[in-house]
């Protein structure tokens, strides 16, 4: 069946042919990651020849990732400045994320091929390794009354625990230290 039975025209065909329309349909492509560095990302792209442009990755500030070897992570790449300047402003690991972050609405996630930073619906956020369960932390206040509980407890006559308390609470002392690395509420 040919263009023309299905409502092709001459003006339609003249229209993507156009050497504008066809460099403007260029300037902003989906591509292929095949291999990363620091900064330069070597992709895969596919046009009347196989092209492997090297791009520089532009990220949100504050935040910047890598996909691993041998997953097929996606870009878009955008051309400012000609072919020659191949810039990519979006990525995504549709393999890794759909293996780790399954969302609910009104959720974010933060992950790689191990871990996961999840924001929940919920108002609360978990860590946690890929494949594993978040249970709740002690806060600080659960700890400080750990700590109040062995400093009243009571010694019977005799030593009756005397050293055992002593002891116990000399290994506490600076207890807890806490993580300079994660806080919470």
């Known amino acids: 069946m040919s263009r023309r ?5 001459a003006t339609d065909h003249a229209r993507d042919t156009d050497p ?20 330069l990302w070597k ?5 009347a020849v196989e092209e492997r442009p090297r791009a520089e990755v ?6 910047y990732a890598r ?13 400012i400045g000609g072919a020659d300047h191949p810039i990519v402003v979006a990525s995504r690991d549709e393999e890794t994320r759909a293996a780790i ?13 191990q871990t996961i930073l999840l924001h929940k619906s919920d108002g609360t956020i978990e860590a946690r390794s890929a494949n594993g ?8 206040a659960d700890l400080e009354a750990l700590l109040s509980a062995i400093s ?15 002891n116990l609470l000399a290994a506490l002392a600076g207890w807890p230290v806490g993580t300079t690395v994660l806080k919470g509420e």
Not at 58 to 63: P, Q, T, V
Not at 152 to 166: E, I, N, R, W
């Open 20 to 39: 504008w329309r066809r460099k403007v349909a260029g300037m902003i492509r989906r591509m292929t990651v095949d291999l990363t560095d620091a900064v």
């Open 67 to 79: 996909p691993p070897a041998g997953v097929t992570a996606e870009v878009v790449v955008t051309n």
């Open 133 to 140: 369960a978040a249970v709740a932390l002690a806060t600080r």
């Open 5 to 9: 039975n299905l409502g092709y025209s």
């Open 58 to 63: 532009y990220s949100g500030i504050g935040f």
């Open 101 to 113: 972050a399954d969302l609910d609405e009104g959720e974010t996630a933060s992950f790689n091929d």
């Open 43 to 47: 992709l895969l792209g596919h046009t």
């Open 152 to 166: 009243g407890a009571a010694v019977l006559a005799g030593d009756g625990g005397a050293t055992f308390k002593t």
